[in-house]
T-cell receptor, first 112, second 115 residues
Framework: GDSVTQMEGPVTLSEEAFLTINCTYT??????LFWYVQYPGEGLQLLLK?????DKGSNKGFEATYRKETTSFHLEKGSVQVSDSAVYFC???????????FGKGTRLHILP | KAGVTQTPRYLIKTRGQQVTLSCSPI?????VSWYQQTPGQGLQFLFE???????NKGNFPGRFSGRQFSNSRSEMNVSTLELGDSALYLC??????????????FGQGTRLTVV
């Protein structure tokens, strides 16, 4: 079945460092891909999305490109802030199904 | 525009009891999905409702059930609670049918603790 694999955390960086969180997926067809963020005690917020190959999703300085050839959707940010500390989830949704498949999540700590 | 509202936010129940969680989707959204989040298993899909019909179901025992009302509000019920049912239960709403590639919006969740 469909699945998402993302890098294990926690990831600890200093403020203004470059961030990459790797994500790869397995799916039939052409799924939509997402990054969600979860702040402590909160639900999930959609950070960005891409619905077809080579699409680039971007929001709040974060970016991810839908790479069909490598089945990847890595999250990047050029300069992280303390306020970016949260858990990040890579996810996919198939074309025929509303079910969202999530990765295990990556906890990010940004040190001032 | 109000977001997805889940009630209650926190709940403590005893093993063997049953519990009902509520989710009010964003106005105009007809699809409601439920997810269970635990430290060990991560986020797992429970079921999805669209226009009062269950359209998809995850791999959970029959103790987990749900329904959707004509106003799109949804409830999830867990009977004969077990300690392992302790989790954050998240509800997500989407605007329309599968052919509409719209994003899902999540509520803040209901934290269920079974003692």
């Amino acid at each position: 079945g469909d699945s998402v694999t993302q890098m294990e955390g926690p990831v600890t960086l200093s403020e203004e460092a470059f961030l990459t969180i790797n994500c790869t997926y397995t799916a039939t067809g052409y799924p939509s891909l997402f990054w969600y963020v979860q702040y402590p005690g909160e639900g999930l917020q959609l950070l960005l999305k891409a619905t077809k190959a080579d699409d680039k999703g971007s929001n709040k300085g974060f970016e991810a490109t839908y790479r069909k050839e490598t089945t990847s959707f890595h999250l990047e940010k050029g300069s992280v802030q303390v306020s970016d500390s949260a858990v990040y989830f890579c996810a996919l949704r198939g074309r025929e199904d509303d079910k969202i498949i999530f990765g295990k999540g990556t906890r990010l700590h940004i040190l001032p | 525009k109000a977001g997805v509202t889940q009630t209650p936010r926190y709940l403590i129940k005893t093993r063997g009891q049953q519990v009902t969680l509520s989710c009010s989707p964003i106005s105009g959204h007809r699809s409601v999905s439920w997810y269970q989040q635990t430290p060990g298993q991560g986020l797992q899909f429970l079921f999805e409702y669209f226009s009062e019909t269950q359209r998809n179901k995850g791999n959970f025992p029959g103790r987990f059930s749900g329904r959707q009302f004509s106003n799109s509000r949804s409830e999830m019920n867990v009977s004969t609670l077990e300690l392992g049912d302790s989790a954050l239960y998240l509800c997500a709403s989407r605007k329309g049918s599968r052919r509409e590639n719209t994003e899902a919006f999540f509520g803040q969740g209901t934290r269920l603790t079974v003692v």
